[in-house]
């Protein structure tokens, strides 16, 4: 798993790492990582490729000015934009001089345009940076929260326009480093080169795009538990309940699905569908559906009823269902049940028009498990007076409040427990937004619930599985929601 933290213990253990290294070494490595990530995105050959550096004061700027000189050497045109002359850190503005590197005052008076005259020989810009390779932002780090400065924020929005790759040094600008939370501009990276640890909002946000963890060699490590965790392939197989020689269809989990009705009978297809595909022992289906279900999953056992469905040990309840009486009372029957429950779509608008429902369940004594897996909208229904665009502290918040396991779905889908702990999904791809990709998803948690998996876990992995699979999808040029079952081993 990939550890995030709080900038607090991040800036602790910075401090105290920094107090035991040699003077310079560690903005020396930092300046080392973000130039070696920068040659892999430029194209070949690298003499005369254009970067502009964006600059910002302090570490963050010294750590982007220090890359600029390595990049000169390497025969990299390379610009520094400083919004802040009077705080660009000195040495590293030393050593980019020095290298041969451009320097131009992006502060007041006048737009950054005004300058295009000083820095035409090197490249052009005209309302976006074009002719650049390469835009590296440094213009704040992770102890900056925002809103930015009007300079900054200036060149941050200049970035939103720029057809080149942008890179960012430890965090995008404009970004919190909690949470991922904006407030004004931000950059929106392709890769983000951060040192030692994330914090989480590097998880959270979509901003930070692909995420390359540098170990600069100090240490001590944070102190504490890891305020959150993104997994990986390698936890997902680990984690991921796989049938023994001594299991059976009961032992290896059963799980039901309540799914369907008469105006989306593809979502009971899809949700039963996905949880067939994670191999738990055996699949119930309860709902309308049964003959299209059966023509699909022939080793499906249907039911009408989910009173009539016989054992199970997890149920899914929700997708395309319908909110009618009739929808309510088979809810009804499935929440009442002692085993894990997880509620979706139509099950999740149905908790938002009688709020009494859940807390029926999650209030009893020893109450099985319950996972609500909401988009933003269900979210909004459910708990109107949490802001899912906040969305690691709403989910965290949500899941206090109803007791239960929240995955609030999203690019980067958070995951919260009651518990406090927190895990934000950080693989996936636009492909799966579209209709039904949340029925799959469902289905994957579910089994992995029949399987035995804590409901937080389960989340989290079916969340990666989810976007693994979406990723494959896209790559095989594959697409609908169905795709995905094929592409989930």
């Not at 660009?88 to 737009?111: I, K, N, S, Y």
């Not at 023994?244 to 008469?262: E, N, P, Q, W």
């Not at 559906?289 to 022939?298: K, M, N, S, T, Y």
């Not at 396991?405 to 693989?427: E, F, M, Q, S, W």
């Amino acid at each position: 798993m990939i550890p995030a933290f709080t900038v607090s213990q991040l800036r602790a253990a910075e401090q105290t790492a920094l107090a035991a290294a040699p003077d310079g070494m560690p903005m020396q490595r930092a300046a080392r990582a973000v130039a070696t990530v920068a040659i892999s995105r430029l194209p070949r050959p690298l003499p005369g490729r254009r970067v502009l550096l964006l600059v910002g004061s302090g570490n963050n700027g010294g750590d982007a000015l220090f890359a600029g000189a390595l990049l000169r050497r390497r025969g990299v045109a390379v610009t520094a934009l400083l919004a802040d002359p009077a705080k660009a850190h000195p040495a590293g503005l030393g050593a980019f001089r020095r290298a041969g590197g451009r320097v131009v005052d992006a502060a007041e008076p006048g737009p950054v345009a005004t300058f295009a005259g000083v820095i035409e020989d090197t490249f052009t810009f005209g309302g976006d940076f074009v002719g650049v390779d390469l835009v590296i932002d440094g213009l704040v780090g992770i102890g900056a929260r925002p809103p930015l400065r009007p300079a900054a924020a200036r060149l941050a929005r200049l970035t939103g326009n720029s057809r080149a790759e942008v890179l960012a040094v430890d965090l995008p600008s404009g970004i919190d480093p909690d949470t991922g939370d904006e407030d004004g501009p931000a950059v929106s990276a392709a890769v983000t080169v951060t040192f030692g640890a994330p914090s989480t909002g590097l998880l959270a946000s979509e901003r930070t795009g692909e995420l390359v963890i540098a170990d600069l060699g100090l240490a001590p490590e944070p102190e504490g538990l890891p305020d959150a965790w993104a997994m990986d392939d390698a936890d997902v197989e680990t984690l991921r309940p796989r049938p023994g020689s001594g299991d059976d269809k009961y032992s290896g989990g059963v799980t039901g699905v309540l799914a369907g009705s008469a105006r989306y009978p593809g979502a009971a297809v899809l949700a039963t569908g996905a949880a067939v595909r994670l191999r738990p022992g055996l699949v119930r289906y309860a709902g309308p559906q049964a003959e299209g279900v059966l023509a699909r999953w022939p080793e499906v056992v249907a039911a009408a009823e989910p009173a009539d469905a016989g054992r199970v040990q997890a149920w899914l309840a929700g997708p395309g269902m319908g909110t009618d009486g009739r929808a309510l009372s088979r809810l009804l029957t499935v929440l009442e049940q002692d085993v894990p429950v997880l509620v979706d779509a139509d099950g999740l608008t149905l908790l938002a028009e009688h709020p009494t429902l859940l807390p029926m369940r999650t209030g009893r004594d020893q109450a099985p498990p319950t996972v609500l897996t909401p988009h933003a909208g269900e979210f909004a229904r459910l708990w109107p007076d949490l802001d899912p665009t906040r969305r690691v502290a709403a989910a965290r918040a949500a899941a206090r409040a109803a007791d239960a396991v929240v995955l609030l779905k999203g690019h980067r889908t958070v995951i919260a427990a009651p518990d406090g702990r927190t895990a934000v999904n950080v693989n996936g791809t636009a492909w799966l937004a579209s209709a039904g990709s949340g029925d799959v998803l469902s289905g994957v948690i579910s089994s992995l619930l029949a399987a035995g998996l804590d409901p937080f876990l389960a989340a989290a992995v079916g969340a990666r599985l989810h976007g693994r699979a979406g990723e494959r999808a896209e790559r095989a040029g594959i697409a609908g929601a169905q795709a995905l079952w094929d592409q989930l081993n």
